[in-house]
């Protein structure tokens, strides 16, 4: 019995030493804007904490009162097609399978901390998207996600690979991205129901987004971005190529992301729909057209 009671305590220290080297073992610090001491200490600890609790209260508040305004009208489809279509299947495989991928390349390299990076959970809320029932929440829920669709469009248009050394890691990094912005968001308005995006007009749902990238941000990412020192989504010190790169970084990056919530979903589901609209266009007159032809040949084998 004393063995055991001291081999215990020995384990169970060893398996937290083991997860929190799976979490962020493997980060190099060396590579600059990756995190590390120097990455930790680029903010005064007074100025991140008046940056925190200022944007942490601000997503709140806005949070709150967003809900409330969409509480009273949220202008949802007031019924669901149940049906589940086998492309909608197919995709969620290949999502879950490239992102069972990106999760192993994580678990290899001991960097399992940067799947709280925004992309990633992206990814998570279209796989529940995928598998989940049409139904009011998934409404809702693909509303919210619908206005972060910016985050994987600037991560393929400035894409971070110096620190991707793995076989395939590179192409995976784009094939994630890709799936998550040109294919799944497209394929679920193109299905329409539950997944219907508002009215130009209405920016409820940007608000209510905007609260919860606040709060997550400045959060929960940045809480774990500090204790481990891994830079998760340049929380800790700003990007070398930064265009805003100084101590206030952070306050920059608050109103150029309520910006593009804003800008880049109306712009994108705009496009998005327009080109759904003329697809269905295209082969309605297709059909159209074969069908008068139909016709015309019945009629001439009727008179023969």
Not at 1 to 7: A, D, E, R, V, Y
Not at 64 to 90: C, E, H, N, Q, W
Not at 149 to 178: D, K, S
Not at 286 to 293: E, L, P
């Given at each position: 019995?004393?063995?055991?009671?001291?081999?215990?305590?020995?384990?169970?220290?060893?398996?937290?030493?083991?997860?929190?080297?799976?979490?962020?073992?493997?980060i190099?610090?060396?590579i600059?804007?990756?995190?590390?001491?120097?990455?930790?200490?680029?903010?005064?600890?007074?100025?991140?904490?008046?940056?925190?609790?200022?944007?942490?209260?601000?997503?709140?508040?806005?949070?709150?009162?967003?809900?409330?305004?969409?509480?009273?009208?949220?202008?949802?489809?007031?019924?669901?097609?149940r049906?589940?279509?086998?492309?909608k299947?197919?995709?969620?495989?290949?999502?879950?399978?490239?992102?069972?991928?990106?999760?192993?390349?994580?678990f290899?390299?001991?960097e399992?901390?940067y799947?709280?990076n925004?992309?990633?959970?992206?990814?998570?809320?279209?796989?529940?998207?995928?598998?989940a029932?049409?139904?009011?929440?998934?409404?809702?829920?693909f509303?919210?996600?619908?206005?972060?669709?910016?985050?994987?469009?600037?991560?393929?248009?400035?894409?971070?690979?110096?620190?991707?050394?793995l076989?395939?890691?590179?192409?995976?990094?784009?094939?994630?991205?890709?799936?998550?912005?040109?294919v799944?968001p497209?394929?679920l308005l193109?299905?329409?129901?539950?997944y219907?995006i508002?009215?130009?007009?209405?920016?409820?749902?940007?608000v209510?987004?905007?609260?919860?990238?606040?709060?997550?941000h400045?959060?929960?990412?940045?809480?774990?971005?500090?204790?481990?020192?891994?830079?998760?989504?340049?929380?800790?010190?700003?990007?070398?190529?930064?265009?805003?790169?100084?101590?206030?970084?952070r306050c920059?990056?608050?109103?150029h992301?309520?910006?593009?919530?804003?800008?880049?979903?109306?712009t994108?589901t705009?496009?998005?729909?327009?080109?759904?609209?003329?697809?269905h266009?295209?082969?309605s007159?297709?059909h159209?057209?074969?069908?008068?032809?139909g016709k015309?040949e019945?009629?001439?084998?009727?008179l023969?």
């Amino acid at each position: 019995m004393p063995f055991l009671s001291q081999q215990g305590p020995r384990r169970m220290g060893y398996s937290v030493r083991t997860v929190l080297d799976w979490a962020y073992g493997g980060i190099d610090h060396s590579i600059p804007g990756n995190g590390g001491q120097e990455c930790s200490d680029f903010l005064t600890i007074k100025q991140r904490l008046l940056e925190t609790i200022s944007f942490v209260l601000l997503g709140l508040l806005v949070l709150y009162f967003g809900y409330k305004i969409i509480a009273r009208d949220p202008k949802l489809p007031s019924s669901y097609d149940r049906t589940d279509p086998a492309m909608k299947r197919v995709l969620l495989i290949v999502l879950c399978v490239t992102f069972g991928i990106e999760i192993g390349f994580k678990f290899v390299g001991r960097e399992v901390v940067y799947l709280m990076n925004p992309c990633h959970i992206v990814t998570i809320v279209q796989i529940y998207l995928l598998a989940a029932p049409p139904s009011k929440s998934s409404s809702v829920v693909f509303r919210l996600c619908m206005h972060w669709g910016h985050g994987p469009l600037l991560a393929l248009v400035f894409p971070v690979l110096n620190t991707r050394m793995l076989p395939f890691e590179q192409e995976v990094y784009y094939i994630q991205h890709m799936m998550i912005y040109y294919v799944v968001p497209p394929y679920l308005l193109w299905l329409g129901g539950a997944y219907t995006i508002e009215s130009i007009s209405d920016l409820k749902w940007s608000v209510v987004s905007f609260g919860y990238q606040c709060f997550y941000h400045f959060g929960p990412l940045q809480l774990v971005a500090f204790l481990t020192q891994a830079n998760l989504n340049n929380m800790l010190c700003p990007a070398i190529s930064d265009p805003f790169y100084g101590p206030y970084y952070r306050c920059w990056a608050v109103l150029h992301q309520a910006g593009l919530i804003l800008l880049h979903n109306k712009t994108y589901t705009t496009v998005v729909l327009g080109v759904i609209s003329l697809f269905h266009g295209i082969t309605s007159l297709f059909h159209k057209r074969a069908k008068v032809h139909g016709k015309a040949e019945y009629s001439n084998g009727k008179l023969e």
